[in-house]
Every structure is written in C-alpha cells, then in structure tokens.
C-alpha cells in the first residue's frame, strides 16, 4: 500500500512540475494612462509664409471669412523688428476680411525692418530714400496678392510705428492701387509730401498718440496739415497721453475706420474724441 502511495505521489509532482514548466508567464499590467500619457490635439497649423513680388507674407482670415470667398483685403504692415507671425493688429476683427501681412525686408534683432535707417539717427530725406525702396516692394507684393485672390475692391492699408510711416508712403506713392489707409503712430518725411493727388486718391485717416516719445506726434502734424494743403483728404486723430502703443481706445478707432472702408465708404467717418486715460 505503501509503495503504491509514493507512486502516486511521485507522478503528481512530476505531473506539477512539468505543468510549472510550461506555464507562460502573465505579460505585467500597463501602467494607467495619465493625462501626460494622451497625445493633445493639435489646433490646425496656419499656412507658412508665401511670396509676391519679392516679399514673403501670411495670409490671415478675420470674421469667419473662408480662403475661398470674394473678399476685402487689409495689408496690415508692422513695425520695426516686429514679424509677421507677431504681429496680432487685426485680430478680433468681426467682419469678414482677408488679411496680408507681409515681412520685413532685411533682419533686425528678433524681427525685421522695412528700412536700414532709424528715423531718430537720420535726416528726412535718407528716411524718404529708405522708404522709396519698401514701398515699391510692397507695391510689388500688394500687385500680386490682389491678383492670387479673389479679392473685393482694392486693398486698404494699415501698419504700426514703420508700417504706419509705409502705410502714408503707399497712399502717396502708389495711390492708384490702394482703397484708403489707415497709419498708426506713423509719419511722411517731407520730401514725400510733394506729390499732387490724383482724383482717385485713397483716404488716409492717421492715428496717433500725443505722447509718442518715438515716432512725435509734431512732424505726423506738419506731414497731415501739408498733404490738406496740397489736396489730399487726410485726417488725424491724438490721443492725450498715449504713448508709442496701441491701446484700446486705438483699436477701436481702427476697427471703425476699416469697417467704414471695408463696406465701401469713399469718405471716412468722423473720428470718435480721444479719450483721456487708460487703454
């Protein structure tokens, strides 16, 4: 009996043993996923820069404007070591509008520049130089842009600090192919003010802080009261204390004028008074 125990016992161990043997051992449980773990949806990437003319540019749409549509068109050119990517002047605008902003012509610290002169370091008529050349750039751009989309009217421009001095400079020198323009703490070197306009000439409606301590409100002044002089129709708007910024009460201006032009004004409306203080 007792041998036939300890035969039965052996072959259980060894029936357990070569069960052990064969057993796969379980894979080890994943680690729960954590919010790190998920891949983020990514927001849709704008297109990257184009170019016309010679100049790279973006393409933006305000308003839920679609790529497609027959649209308004603003050149929105910014300032001095600003870049296209940067430079947010139209965003929030709540109508429908295609918006081209273009890029500066040579490098400048984290941005770039439209002209190698600073207008601070420089007399009048270097800066006029300077600004002959970006604006028969942009004048090249603005030509094909206008022909690669579908497009309502002709272009308006705008721009802060150098883009607001380039958006003076296209209404004086390129009149023919601009709607109006509206600069911002911009100015016009004197021998740029000679120029006669034409029947067809655009608008200009300048806006421009009295406490500019860049770009002074005085010689945007002298510019604006010398083009009235000679024909042109052009207005400007201060606002007490505001400095080389663009505050809100700016912006708003801004808005206004572009959504009066944009809708197919010829004149523009009345400026809204300044207001004193604060953004």
């Not at 990437?45 to 308003?63: D, I, S, W």
């Not at 990517?85 to 709540?94: A, K, M």
């Not at 081209?100 to 006029?128: E, M, N, Q």
């Not at 806006?207 to 002074?216: F, I, N, Q, R, S």
């Amino acid at each position: 009996m007792i041998p036939a125990l300890r035969r039965s016992l052996v072959a259980l161990l060894a029936t357990l043993s070569l069960l052990a043997c064969d057993r796969t051992p379980p894979e080890p449980l994943a680690p729960p996923r954590t919010s790190a773990s998920v891949p983020p949806e990514r927001a849709p990437t704008p297109p990257g820069p184009l170019e016309a003319g010679g100049v790279e540019y973006l393409v933006r749409y305000r308003g839920g404007a679609q790529p497609e549509e027959r649209l308004p068109m603003v050149v929105a050119i910014h300032g001095l070591g600003d870049r296209p990517d940067r430079f947010g002047l139209l965003e929030g605008f709540p109508a429908p509008l295609r918006v081209i902003v273009p890029r500066g012509l040579s490098p400048h610290g984290g941005g770039y520049s439209w002209f190698p002169i600073r207008v601070r370091d420089a007399d009048p008529v270097a800066v006029a130089q300077g600004m002959e050349v970006a604006v028969d750039a942009l004048g090249k751009m603005i030509a094909g842009v206008v022909e690669r989309y579908p497009t309502i009217g002709k272009p308006i421009v705008t721009g802060f600090s150098q883009g607001g001095m380039l958006s003076f400079g296209l209404a004086v020198l390129r009149p023919t192919q601009i709607a109006a323009a509206v600069p911002v703490a911009g100015w016009l070197p004197e021998p740029l003010w000679q120029a006669p306009p034409s029947e067809s000439a655009p608008p200009i409606v300048a806006l421009h802080g009295d406490a500019d301590p860049v770009l002074p409100v005085g010689p945007t002044r002298d510019a604006v009261a010398a083009l009235r002089e000679r024909g042109w129709k052009v207005d400007l708007v201060e606002y007490p204390g505001v400095e080389h910024r663009i505050p809100t009460q700016v912006r708003r201006e801004l808005f206004r004028q572009l959504a009066q032009f944009r809708s197919g004004l010829i004149e523009p409306v009345a400026p809204h008074p300044a207001v004193d203080g604060g953004p």
